[in-house]
């Protein structure tokens, strides 16, 4: 049995967003750039201004994104009461425990959709849009050790670390 009591700040959040996001933002940067190169051979135009006005709707677009990305999150963060308490997790060879201040909860291994590990969280999936975010600082390498080895005996379909 691991029991980690946890708590996400709105930083953890926004790190783990901004990690998670970042080789989207690359395609769609890349993308907008293979747009603004193509449409740069393509005309016949003076190539300066075209080149200037593209430079300044790239880098407005992207500002954009970035702004509009971090609100999202905030209010996703904020309008969301039981990510924001301290969350007791207890891991078992049948099943998950959870505790927050306002929910008790359990689920057994066998409803999980799938679980992702990263450098510094696990993911629990509830379904293909739905997770458990719980981050690896609150456990020891043991515990870690520990709650793979529960993961795999159960037989849930997973993306472990190897280290």
Same mark, same amino acid.
């Given at each position: 049995?691991?029991?980690?009591?946890?708590?996400? *700040?709105?930083? &953890?959040?926004? +790190?783990?967003?901004?990690?998670? $996001?970042?080789?989207?933002?690359?395609? =769609?940067? @890349? %993308? !907008?750039?293979?747009?603004?190169?193509?449409?740069?051979?393509? *005309?016949?135009? &003076?190539?300066? +201004?075209?080149?200037?006005?593209? $430079?300044?709707?790239?880098?407005?677009? =992207?500002? @954009? %994104? !970035?702004?509009?990305?971090?609100?999202?999150?905030?209010?996703?963060?904020?309008?969301?009461?039981?990510?924001?308490?301290?969350?007791?997790?207890?891991?078992?060879?049948?099943?998950?425990?959870?505790?927050?201040?306002?929910?008790?909860?359990?689920?057994?291994?066998?409803?999980?959709?799938?679980?992702?590990?990263?450098?510094?969280?696990?993911?629990?999936?509830?379904?293909?849009?739905?997770?458990?975010?719980?981050?690896?600082?609150?456990?020891?390498?043991?515990?870690?050790?520990?709650?793979?080895?529960?993961?795999?005996?159960?037989?849930?379909?997973?993306?472990?670390?190897?280290d």
């Amino acid at each position: 049995m691991i029991t980690a009591k946890t708590h996400i *700040t709105f930083k &953890d959040f926004l +790190n783990f967003n901004i990690k998670n $996001s970042m080789p989207r933002i690359i395609i =769609f940067s @890349f %993308i !907008i750039l293979l747009f603004l190169g193509l449409n740069f051979y393509n *005309t016949e135009r &003076d190539t300066e +201004n075209i080149l200037q006005s593209a $430079s300044i709707w790239f880098a407005a677009v =992207f500002v @954009f %994104i !970035i702004i509009r990305s971090y609100f999202r999150l905030k209010n996703a963060f904020y309008s969301n009461k039981k990510i924001q308490e301290e969350i007791t997790y207890t891991f078992t060879d049948e099943k998950v425990s959870t505790k927050g201040e306002t929910f008790d909860g359990d689920f057994a291994w066998n409803t999980v959709y799938r679980i992702k590990e990263t450098k510094d969280w696990f993911l629990i999936y509830q379904s293909k849009t739905t997770m458990n975010m719980v981050p690896k600082k609150y456990f020891s390498q043991s515990e870690v050790i520990e709650l793979r080895n529960i993961v795999e005996k159960n037989n849930v379909k997973a993306k472990l670390r190897n280290d």
